[in-house]
């Protein structure tokens, strides 16, 4: 099917297409050109001049593993009884059926990056999910990282266990004796594979085996963090173990903004529109995402859901134009930005030939006005939302 006479952009590499046409077949972008189609037939979809843009994404939250309106039995988020805990996935404790789900939807998100919660200083892998489905499975696109927390969330929690760790030391510490114990399984295991005959096979351990896509580097580590201390104690240990890492959250980020992108350090911004509800978030500002761009930072920015609700991520990004960002800044924080940080920006975040068909009209309004909807929402080709129907 096509979708015709719209202004089109494409957030690849800045390119905009003032009128032109989209063609998907079987999920997947075929086409993206200026002018009319020379065919055009009953199944395809007459834009009326409005503006077509990727699906957004959350590049950070906890949708469906924390759900809507449900205490302790719907908060599978956190683990919180052992502080290393890299075996937990994230998939295991979605629920798809959630009703935030259909509110994502609804406001054009057409993806979600969900990650375990920070009480654990290690709290299990991180997946990205379409927001559309009944079977997490079939929504699924790839596990994209592994969830490790600093500051004062893993204090609090073991702090009233009166278990470690109860200080950054000791959190630093578990997450250094974790990784460098997984090191050392992987480098066993490697020996082993190397020359079977001279080297004993480890003995298997979960935890440890978690870990080796992380070592090598096929996902990177997303490091809760919000003060500037703490952000530093990350690059830190990523360096120690030459890991790649992802900055989540980063509320002082714009106190090291400079160094930050001298190191090309990735981070996701957020919760954007919030209280200083902690105190080490007493450093929020809402100049903090234009701080790390005007410094050469990859940023997105994140709602953190339930923390805000997933339905204000471009309410977010807007309050981002507010503290400095440009409206094509904050489009791309919220689509190609979100995407290439989290590493699957071969499937989403652009309108281009060969990626996903997950796409997003506006016949009137602002994509990131606070009264604006999308006339028409597409995950993978398939219309799940479209006003009138």
Known sequence: MKIYNVKINTMDSGRIIEKGWVEIVDGKITAVESGDPRNISHEDTDGCGGLLIPGFIDAHCHLGIIENGIDFEGDDSNEATDPFMP????????NPLDRCFSEAVERGITTAVISP????PCGGSIEAVKTYGRRIDDMRIRTVGMKFALGENPKHVFNDRDETP????????AIREGLFKAKRYLAQLESYENDPDSCDEPEFDIKNHSLIPLLKKDIPAHFHCHRADDIFTALRIAGEFDIDVILVHATEGYLAADILGAEKVRVISGPVICDRCKPEMKGLD??????????GVKAAVCT?????????LPTSAAMAVKGGLTPQQALEAITVNAAEIVGIHDRVGMIRAGMDGDIQLYKNGDPLGLLSEPDLVMINGKTVKEEGK
């Open 166 to 173: 109860v200080t950054r030391m000791g959190t630093s510490a």
């Open 117 to 120: 919660g920070s009480a654990d």
């Open 304 to 312: 953190d859901h339930p923390v805000i609700p997933i339905q204000y």
């Open 286 to 295: 809402l100049k903090n995402t234009a701080e790390l761009y005007k410094n």
């Open 87 to 94: 075996q937990l996935r994230a998939i295991d404790g979605i």
